[in-house]
C-alpha cells in the first residue's frame, strides 16, 4: 500500500475557493492600479495643459516625481508619470478605462500606448481581449509587426474602425482580421533548398506554432484530405476549421512566386468542399495559397477576393526587422492609395 495520503474532498474544494479568490483578488488589485494610474495622468495632464509654458510641464513632472517617490519608493519616478500621462492621454474617455481595467493589464497597455495610430491601437485592445494574450504574447504580437501583416491593415481606414467596432461590441470576426500577408514560418528550420512535402511535413511536426502563428481559432483537420471529381483524385495540402469565422480553410502550399493556375485549382477545391463537406450553418469555405513571392497587380485583375480565395507570402527566413519594417509599410500605402483611387 502507499503510504501517501489521498488528497481529502474536502481540502480539494477548499483549495479551489482560496485560488479562485486569490485570482479575484488579483484582478481587483490590477484594475484600481491601473484607474490610479490614469487619474494621476489625468490631473498632471490637467496642470500642465493650464501653462503655457513647456519648461514649467518639465518642472513639474520632476518635482512630482521627487516627492512622490520619497513617499512611495521608486515605483513613482519620472519615467512612471510620463506614462500614466500618456495614458490619460491616448485614453480620455473614463468609461473605456472602467471597462478595460479589468480586461487588461498595466503591462498591456504600456505597451499600447505609445502606438502614434489609435485604429492599430484599437486593433491591439481588441484582439488582445479577444485571444486572451499574455502581455509577453502581445509584446511578441507586436515585435512581428502582426497588425500591419493583417489584411485589414490595407483596408480603408473607415472599414478598419467599422470591422474594429464589430469585434467590439459583438465579437464578430471578419476574414480581413484573420488573414495575413505574409506568414513567418522561421520556426519551421528550413534551409534555402526543399521541396513542397518538406515544407508541409515541417509544418505538421511544428503544428501547435503554425497555428499560433496563423491565429488562436484556426482548429487542424487533415493533410493530403482527398477529395474525388469525376473519379481523378485531387489532393488538398491542409484543411482547417475556423471556430469564428465557421468556415472550412484550405491551404495549398507553394513553391515560388504565385501562378495564374493556382486559382482554379483553388476554386475546385472550394466547390468540392462546399459541396460535401460544408455543414448547416456554416460559411462557405476560404482558400489560402501560400506561395514564397506574387505581383500584386496580378492579384488584383484576377479578383481573388470574390472567389474566397487568399494569397500570402511566406517566409522561412527572415529579413532584418527595418527592411521587414520598410516593406509591409510599403505595401500598406500602395494598397491605401488604390483604395482612394477607386
Known amino acids: 500500500m502507499s503510504n501517501q495520503m489521498q488528497p481529502n474532498p474536502l481540502f480539494l474544494t477548499i483549495r479551489q475557493l482560496i485560488e479562485e479568490s486569490k485570482q479575484q483578488v488579483a484582478v481587483a488589485v490590477n484594475a484600481e492600479i491601473t484607474l490610479l494610474y490614469w487619474k494621476v495622468g489625468k490631473r498632471i495632464n490637467e496642470e500642465v495643459l493650464g501653462n503655457e509654458r513647456a519648461t514649467y510641464g518639465k518642472q513639474v513632472v520632476a518635482t512630482i516625481a521627487q516627492q512622490l517617490s520619497a513617499a512611495y519608493g521608486k515605483g513613482w519616478g519620472e519615467k512612471q508619470l510620463r506614462q500614466c500621462m500618456q495614458f490619460a492621454q491616448v485614453f480620455a474617455d473614463e468609461e473605456i478605462v472602467y471597462a478595460l481595467r479589468r480586461q487588461l493589464s498595466w503591462t498591456h497597455l504600456r505597451s499600447i500606448i505609445y502606438m502614434d495610430d489609435p485604429l492599430k491601437r484599437l486593433f491591439y485592445v481588441e484582439m488582445c481581449k479577444l485571444e486572451k494574450w499574455s502581455s509577453r504574447h502581445l509584446q511578441e504580437r507586436i515585435q512581428s509587426m502582426l497588425y500591419e501583416r493583417t489584411a485589414i491593415s490595407k483596408k480603408p481606414e473607415e472599414t478598419i474602425a467599422n470591422d474594429l467596432e464589430l469585434l467590439k461590441s459583438q465579437q464578430q470576426l471578419s476574414p480581413d482580421l484573420v488573414f495575413r500577408d505574409p506568414y513567418f514560418l522561421d520556426f519551421l528550420g528550413l534551409s534555402d533548398m526543399y521541396s513542397e512535402k518538406?515544407?508541409?511535413?515541417?509544418?505538421?511536426?511544428?503544428?501547435?506554432?503554425?497555428?499560433?502563428?496563423?491565429?488562436?481559432d484556426f482548429a487542424f483537420m487533415a493533410r493530403q484530405k482527398r477529395i474525388t471529381i469525376d473519379n481523378r483524385d485531387y489532393y488538398i495540402d491542409l484543411l482547417f476549421y475556423h471556430r469564428r469565422l465557421k468556415c472550412l480553410v484550405a491551404i495549398d502550399l507553394k513553391l515560388g512566386e504565385f501562378?495564374?493556375?493556382?486559382?482554379g485549382q483553388m476554386e475546385l477545391y472550394l466547390r468540392y468542399l462546399q459541396k460535401n463537406d460544408q455543414l448547416e450553418g456554416e460559411n462557405n469555405p476560404i482558400g489560402l495559397i501560400l506561395c514564397t513571392g506574387k505581383n500584386e497587380e496580378h492579384i488584383e485583375l484576377m479578383q481573388l477576393e470574390q472567389a474566397n480565395i487568399k494569397v500570402a507570402e511566406?517566409?522561412?527566413l527572415l529579413p532584418p526587422r527595418e527592411i521587414l519594417k520598410e516593406k509591409l509599410h510599403r505595401a500598406v500605402a500602395i494598397a491605401t492609395s488604390k483604395e482612394k483611387d477607386l
Open 259 to 263: 501562378e495564374a493556375g493556382f486559382k
Open 314 to 316: 511566406y517566409l522561412t
Open 198 to 216: 518538406d515544407l508541409e511535413t515541417s509544418i505538421i511536426v511544428e503544428l501547435q506554432r503554425f497555428i499560433i502563428e496563423m491565429g488562436g
